[in-house]
Nanobody, 124 residues
């Protein structure tokens, strides 16, 4: 079955960096667009970033533009989220998700598979 496993979360001070990874199995990874979403305590899950099936196109939430970078390695079935200049408001559980259309989409309901999430805490 399809599995998406996130890693790389942790505790970091404001201004610091983290790199999240999401390893996929059980699907033809190179055909899927991959997205990152996050859910802060008491808030709804929200879009963070997405990358097209071949890595040629990306899109970001306004709140992370210029600070976060999404990338993928289709040979390793892995998508990454490099997070720089972290802020306390970036504290959340971060989820990766797979969209079989392969295109850039930002709505949660459009994604077919989800990981279990990795916690990111940014201290002030």
């Amino acid at each position: 079955q399809v599995q998406l496993v996130e890693s790389g979360g942790g505790l970091v001070q404001a201004g610091g960096s983290l790199r999240l990874s999401c390893a996929a199995s059980g699907l033809t990874f190179s055909k899927y667009a991959m997205g990152w979403f996050r859910q802060a305590p008491g808030k709804e899950r929200e879009f963070v970033a997405v990358i097209s099936w071949n890595g040629g196109r990306t899109d970001y939430a306004d709140s992370v533009k210029g600070r976060f970078t999404i990338s993928r390695d289709n040979a390793k079935n892995t998508v990454y989220l490099q997070m720089n200049s972290l802020k306390p408001e970036d504290t959340a559980v971060y989820y990766c998700a797979a969209d079989e259309t392969g295109f850039l989409r930002v709505a949660l309901y459009e994604y077919d598979y989800w990981g279990q999430g990795t916690h990111v805490t940014v201290s002030s």
